[in-house]
């Protein structure tokens, strides 16, 4: 499975976390291979193998999937169950339990805290929204400390592939001008370069978390290893997940 998950060893001990790559699963093109994602128009039966494969990967152990809307919703789970939630943000401090995001140039954002641990699904309008205040407000809720928490940013679309509009620009200067440095202007009449990871490096610091892993690889470019969806539109869908360890 060295090929189809890659585990995270920045956490401590009681965490583990992994993401996968697009390969070694069952489905086809252009879903090809080791597709995650049930909504994207790949056979079903195939995507509910690479699912059983994955589990079997994490010894069986139940894997909470989200049905992501770009939102700032944050749920917490305490307990499997086979009802999909439209959130972008799953946590849990029950062991045992993983958690997944998925993702297909979006940045999966992987948070650990003391007795908690988070999948966050950070795509511009989430995370413009508040999607990684939101999850950092339920930590500090519960008296987490964060200084001491750690952050991964997974693979997603990098700074020289994500093109945007300058309305895109406009709606981080207006929350802060400090976001404009994340910009860089193309020859293209408003068109831009997004960094999103240095964005979510910003809101990360801001709220207290300094202990940031960032794994600069680029969705778009690494086209054997990662599906994107702004490079392929029809394509699957890779997930990042992360579980307390008994």
């Not at 996968?20 to 080791?34: D, V, W």
């Not at 079903?44 to 919703?73: A, G, P």
């Not at 943000?89 to 958690?99: E, G, P, S, Y």
């Not at 408003?190 to 202990?211: A, M, S, T, V």
């Amino acid at each position: 499975m060295d090929n189809c998950i890659k585990e995270i060893k920045i956490f401590n001990s009681n965490v583990k976390a992994f993401y996968s790559t697009r390969n070694g699963g069952f489905s086809k093109e252009p879903y090809s291979s080791l597709n995650l994602g049930l909504h994207v128009g790949d056979d079903k039966d195939n995507v509910l193998l690479n699912r059983k494969k994955v589990k079997e990967y994490f010894s069986n152990k139940d894997i909470v999937y989200m049905d992501q809307i770009h939102s700032s919703n944050v749920t917490y789970i305490d307990k499997y169950s086979d009802v999909i939630l439209k959130t972008d943000a799953l946590i849990t401090d029950k062991k045992d339990l993983v958690l997944a995001v998925m993702t297909a140039d979006c940045l999966p954002l992987l948070l650990a805290s003391d007795n908690y641990v988070a999948a966050i699904h950070c795509g511009w309008r989430g995370v413009a929204l508040g999607i990684i205040e939101n999850v950092c407000k339920f930590l500090k809720d519960k008296n987490e400390n964060l200084d001491k928490a750690k952050a991964f940013l997974g693979p997603c679309i990098g700074p020289d592939s994500f093109e945007v509009g300058i309305d895109v620009l406009n709606t981080f200067k207006d929350l802060d001008n400090t976001y404009e440095d994340a910009f860089l202007k193309k020859d293209i009449k408003d068109k831009y370069l997004c960094n999103l990871p240095l964005i979510c490096n910003y809101i990360l610091k801001r709220e207290g978390i300094f202990n940031i892993y960032n794994s600069e690889l680029d969705t778009f470019k690494l086209k054997d290893s990662f599906f994107s969806y702004r490079r392929d539109k029809d394509t699957g869908r890779m997930a990042s997940f992360i579980y307390l360890d008994k």
